[in-house]
Every structure is written in C-alpha cells, then in structure tokens.
C-alpha cells in the first residue's frame, strides 16, 4: 500500500486499504462481495461523511438504490453512482450488524475461509438470505429518510441547530 503522507486523510485511507487485506485473509481469498469489502473498509475507516450521507438521504427519498446483486462484482463507473454504492455499502454493512450482531461479519467470513459459499454463510449467520436482507434494509431507508425534507427543509436545519446549541450551553 503506497499512501502519501501529505494527504490531509492518508491515516483513514490506510485503515480502508489495511481492512481490503483484513477481509482477504479472513476469507482465506475466498470470493466476497465487493458491496461488502467496501462497506466494511469505511466502516473501519470511519470514512462515514456528511456527504455519503446525503448522498444515502436522496437515495432513501427518491428511491435510487442500487440493487446488491449488481454490487457483488464491481461498482458503477460513473462517479455519482459510484458514491452511492459506497454509501449504500457502508450504510447496509452497518444495518447487518446492528440486526445480527457485532461478530456476524467475523463469522460469515470464518465460514467462508472453512470452504462455504457467501451466500450460504450469509443465510446461516443473519437468518435470512441475502436478497431478503437487501430488501428489508430498502424498506428501512426508505422510510427512515422520509423525514428529512421536512427537518433539514424550510428552517428545520436552523432550529435543529440552535436547539443542539442550547443543549450544549
């Protein structure tokens, strides 16, 4: 891993790369999905930024979700597709393991070295497949962002702040 030190982010972008290596050795090099490498990486990282979740914001409010089985292989090409596969990575690796604990991810991957599928460790240590998960975790974003028009939208965002400000004070 080359990283220049006069990057301004060079500590975090090392954790992201270092948790890439984590996870192929935790696999033993298995095949894993690439949704979950890069959600695990920022995770790790703590890459999550306002931004990502704006971007995940606009994508619970409009429906733009990529479907993880398109996110197995590889990524979009374009940028803006690309971010929201990032933050929809990270976002749902986060949802598995509030939903099946801590050490899922550990598991999932001790069964993946010892020779299952993904998908099958996948279904023995969350419960349900995959697909289902997904689509759960969409139902979830979906309605968890329903609010924030009408927070963030027409002073909300003011009176959120001056209310955490009075609170601090």
Do not use: C
Request: proline letters at 4%.
């Amino acid at each position: 891993i080359l990283v220049r030190t006069a990057n301004p982010e060079w500590e975090s972008t090392l954790r992201h790369e270092l948790a890439h290596i984590a996870v192929g050795l935790a696999s033993g090099g298995a095949r894993v999905p690439v949704w979950f490498h890069e959600g695990f990486a920022i995770a790790t990282a703590e890459q999550w930024s306002l931004e990502r979740a704006g971007t995940m914001i606009r994508a619970g409010l409009s429906g733009n979700i990529h479907p993880f089985d398109e996110l197995r292989d590889r990524f979009p090409p374009t940028s803006s597709s690309a971010d929201l596969a990032y933050a929809q990575s990270f976002h749902f690796v986060r949802y598995v393991r509030q939903e099946a604990g801590a050490h899922v991810f550990r598991d999932i991957l001790a069964d993946v070295r010892e020779g299952a599928t993904w998908d099958a460790a996948f279904l023995d240590h969350v419960g349900q497949p995959e697909t289902v998960m997904a689509s759960t975790w969409e139902r979830y974003v979906t309605t968890r962002y329903k609010w924030a028009p009408a927070t963030l939208g027409g002073g909300g965002a003011w009176g959120l702040a001056a209310g955490l400000m009075m609170i601090g004070w």
